[in-house]
């Protein structure tokens, strides 16, 4: 499994803009200190094993989080403020008006266009949205919450207050991941 470097792209420039360029140029020395993948250039179409991502946002949490792993939610917050906002890359996914083919289209399509493994579905109960995320080869607990804090975000942009929940775990030992986010309006 491999994660788009723009992800990784993402993680520099909030990391740069709130903590500055030195802290992040000695985050990296060291990164790369410690597995010299991350010493080649990372652009956004990049293909970043799955195992080095997770260590590079291992690491990212330990240096600037102080070992607070509930980070990874924020971080997949940002994520999705980075490219779904304004000008980010894909902020043509914003465009769809109602809230149904957005939880059951739109939002499938943020997980591919990140991740070349898994399967999420959507699915729209009144003002509750399920997303459910199956053929993960990996189980790791932050690894998901980082993808709930992504689509919760991107619900956000949309224009809904949300609730989120984490049901299901494959890090738990369920079969699937599933999350489930209360909407009202904003």
């Known amino acids: 499994m491999n994660v788009k470097g723009i992800i990784f792209n993402t993680g520099k420039s909030t990391i740069i803009s709130v903590f500055g360029e030195a802290p992040w140029?000695?985050?990296?020395?060291?990164?790369?200190?410690?597995?010299?993948?991350?010493?080649?250039?990372?652009?956004?179409?990049t293909p970043i094993p799955i195992?080095?991502?997770?260590?590079?946002?291992?690491?990212?949490?330990?240096?600037?989080?102080n070992n607070d792993y509930m980070q990874y939610v924020t971080f997949g917050k940002v994520a999705a403020q980075f490219a779904l906002s304004g000008e980010g890359l894909?902020?043509?996914?914003?465009l769809t008006k109602d809230i149904k083919p957005f939880v059951e289209s739109?939002?499938?399509?943020?997980?591919?266009?990140?991740?070349d493994e898994g399967v999420v579905t959507g699915s729209l109960e009144g003002n509750m949205a399920h997303i459910t995320i199956t053929?993960?080869?990996?189980?790791?607990?932050?690894?998901?919450?980082?993808?709930?804090?992504?689509?919760q975000k991107a619900l956000k942009i949309f224009g809904k207050k949300v609730s989120a929940k984490r049901v299901r775990s494959l890090a738990a030992g369920d079969n699937d991941v599933h999350f489930t986010y209360e909407l009202k309006d904003a």
């Open 25 to 45: 140029n000695a985050f990296m020395t060291k990164l790369v200190s410690k597995d010299k993948f991350f010493g080649n250039i990372i652009m956004s179409i």
């Open 51 to 65: 195992e080095k991502f997770i260590f590079f946002l291992d690491e990212l949490v330990r240096e600037f989080f």
């Open 90 to 94: 894909y902020k043509s996914y914003m």
């Open 106 to 115: 739109v939002m499938p399509k943020f997980y591919a266009t990140y991740f």
């Open 135 to 151: 053929g993960l080869p990996i189980k790791h607990n932050y690894f998901e919450f980082l993808i709930m804090g992504y689509f």
